[in-house]
């Protein structure tokens, strides 16, 4: 059975030995460099796997009476991407529910479409934008003020999160949580009062973002039934962006198992569209030595199959280990001590083989985590065969990297600072900004470097937005924070977002890469990655997309060719009338480009000169130098 387009191949094979899927007629990057042909034209596929890669003459006799061949019209093929740190099952549970301003570029259409949603949503229901935006990414550069979202939905409640900061309510939705006038402030938040004493509608993490998901965790939410298609319909959009694959990173008011039940019950009956490693992430402060000790009891890394298998422990181990990443904020000093606790979770793990991943945003919590690990290694625990891997990691040190070489460890690193980059800036400098994170001196040391999104709740789960910032250095505000020094290449950055994630899961055999024998994991693009402007590779989507050989999404001219999802429940929910993703239209291609391409280069000799200036002494400009304020970042 041939698809549209398709090119006129013949049958040539009897059909027990056929491919069931062929995609011809394309720019096939295998991210292979071990393969003599790391560029092909076209893929064959069976059960599950690729069986064939070369040009359209060699893949011609794969092709039999019911193989479907798809014509990729010389658009560039890539292997599957993988997101390396997503919340992916959290996000799933209330994805429907959810109003996303991810790639909405003024907060004028965002307030549109609150009131257009308030005025659908039903009694007792709340209007949520849940993560993916920042105001920076806003023409009016704002976050939405509490007056303003009364105004939008004076009736319904309205919780609007914005980053790890805060989140902004409107009267209805403060009635609804029960916050007054005498509703103490929470340790480690804020609840702003007006002159009279009365809640004004904002809420402050500071630092700490236990208020804002506490807030959240009062609104209602779904039942087993609908929060398993709300978790389709959210693999589905992920899909639409050339995601086959991500490793979850648990969080807060993510239990186990009850959170899992969705993503379980799907990879029972063989629908999952996603390939998912999950983590266990204990939520209880002062019980995480008894339920780390649980689970290691009950099963082990590796545990599951190719579509749904545990791959450890984290991104929490204690609850007194973990720092906070509020760049609004000043650096959270953690507890003097809690390294014994700490201690205690990791010999567990390392001496009952699981592996874990730690949530560490600033040096000073990984030299003390590193500390505990170089006692551990005296005792041969470290390196020990486990995979373990620091998160985020913005502001970690050139000597911490050494250590965690020395002692088996990888990183993980997102795109945090696509949202953030400007509080990180004011606070902390363009010295450091242009390090956060070092991403080169990662590589330069040989460490496995993976990259994700760390979506939903701050950066968008659009992963063509965090190749832009690895390759460019720059956020949504199209800002350089990042010199060329600490980019990579594109294919780099792919292979952040491909191998990469595959080497944290042990699957590296088998995902990351379009070999004969691996998982046929692929994405045909809208654009050339490697060879469309660097400002578009944002605005890159998939028109196709095979994730062990089936057809998991499609668009163009591949429309209605994936698998059909149940209709949205319920029928008022955001996503049935907005999507999800907003993706604006592409850069211009005239005139715009000569003074694209000026301002490019004047923003980077001045971030050279700043950057130079504060290595050199300190400072953001060498004194007696000439400096224009009106090229200041």
């Given at each position: 059975m041939s698809a549209t387009p398709v090119g006129g191949q013949l049958p040539q094979t009897a059909q027990e030995e056929a491919a069931e899927l062929v995609v011809r007629n394309a720019k096939v990057f295998t991210g292979d460099s071990q393969w003599s042909r790391p560029q092909t034209t076209a893929v064959a596929i069976?059960?599950?796997?690729?069986?064939?890669?070369?040009?359209?003459?060699?893949?011609?006799?794969?092709?039999?009476?019911?193989?479907?061949?798809?014509?990729?019209?010389?658009?560039?093929?890539?292997?599957?991407?993988?997101?390396?740190?997503?919340?992916?099952?959290?996000?799933?549970?209330?994805?429907?529910?959810?109003?996303?301003w991810d790639g909405v570029r003024s907060l004028r259409e965002g307030l549109s479409m609150l009131r257009e949603q308030a005025g659908r949503t039903p009694k007792g229901q709340w209007v949520r934008v849940v993560g993916g935006w920042s105001a920076e990414q806003f023409a009016e550069r704002r976050l939405p003020t509490a007056a303003e979202l009364n105004t939008a939905a004076p009736d319904t409640p309205v919780f609007v999160l914005h980053l790890y900061q805060s989140a902004v309510l409107n009267r209805a939705a403060l009635r609804a949580v029960g916050y007054g006038r005498d509703t103490p402030d929470p340790k480690g938040g804020q609840i702003v009062r007006g002159r009279d004493g009365e809640p004004t509608g904002m809420l402050l993490a500071a630092p700490s973002a236990l208020l804002l998901y506490s807030t959240l965790a009062r609104a209602p939410s779904l039942d087993p039934g609908a929060r398993r298609t709300s978790t389709r319909y959210f693999l589905r959009e992920l899909n639409r962006f050339g995601l086959t694959s991500a490793i979850d990173a648990a969080g807060g008011f993510q239990s186990f198992p009850d959170d899992y039940a969705s993503v379980k019950d799907l990879a029972e009956t063989g629908?999952?569209?996603?390939?998912?490693?999950?983590?266990?992430?204990?939520?209880?402060?002062?019980?995480?030595?008894?339920?780390?000790?649980?689970?290691?009891?009950?099963t082990r890394p590796g545990d599951g199959d190719a579509w749904l298998r545990l791959n450890g422990a984290g991104e929490n181990l204690t609850w007194a280990a973990a720092d906070f990443e509020n760049f609004a904020q000043p650096r959270p000093e953690l507890i003097d001590g809690y390294e014994a606790q700490f201690e205690k979770a990791v010999r567990l793990l390392m001496e009952n083989g699981w592996g874990f991943r730690l949530h560490a945003t600033?040096?000073?919590?990984?030299?003390?985590?590193?500390?505990v690990f170089e006692q551990l290694a005296a005792e041969g625990l470290f390196p020990g065969g486990n995979r373990w891997l620091f998160d985020h990691a913005e502001t970690v040190s050139h000597d911490s990297l050494d250590r965690i070489a020395a002692l088996g460890g990888a990183v993980s690193v997102q795109n945090r600072l696509s949202f953030q980059g400007e509080a990180f800036l004011n606070r902390y400098g363009l010295g450091a900004a242009a390090e956060a994170p070092p991403i080169r001196a990662m590589l330069d040391r040989g460490l496995t470097v993976a990259a994700g999104t760390d979506a939903t709740r701050v950066s968008t789960y659009n992963p063509w937005v965090a190749l832009h910032w690895l390759v460019s250095g720059r956020g949504v505000t199209n800002t350089v924070l990042r010199p060329?020094?600490?980019?990579?290449?594109r294919a780099t950055a792919l292979a952040m977002f491909t191998r990469a994630g595959a080497e944290l899961t042990g699957e590296s055999n088998v995902k990351g890469v379009l070999r004969p024998g691996c998982y046929a994991d692929l994405a045909v693009l809208s654009d050339d990655y490697f060879t469309v402007r660097e400002p578009q590779i944002a605005h890159i989507e998939s028109l196709l997309t095979v994730t062990g050989g089936r057809i998991v999404y499609s668009a163009?001219?591949?429309?209605?060719?994936?698998e059909e999802l149940p209709a949205i429940s319920p029928p008022w929910s955001p996503v049935a009338h907005f999507g999800g993703y907003k993706n604006s239209p592409r850069p211009g291609l005239a005139g715009a480009l000569q003074a694209e391409a000026l301002g490019e280069a004047v923003a980077e000799a001045e971030l050279y000169r700043r950057w130079r200036a504060e290595r050199a002494g300190g400072g953001s400009a060498v004194e007696g130098t000439p400096f224009d304020a009106c090229f200041s970042l």
């Open positions: 069976r059960e599950g796997l690729v069986t064939a890669l070369g040009d359209d003459r060699d893949i011609a006799r794969h092709i039999g009476q019911a193989t479907r061949v798809v014509d990729a019209l010389g658009r560039r093929v890539v292997p599957g991407l993988n997101d390396a740190h997503l919340h992916v099952i959290r996000g799933g549970l209330n994805y429907v529910l959810e109003l996303r629908e999952l569209t996603l390939r998912i490693a999950y983590h266990l992430f204990p939520q209880i402060p002062g019980q995480e030595i008894d339920d780390l000790t649980r689970w290691s009891r009950m600033y040096d000073e919590t990984i030299r003390r985590d590193l500390t060329a020094a600490n980019r990579v290449d163009g001219e591949y429309e209605g060719m994936d």
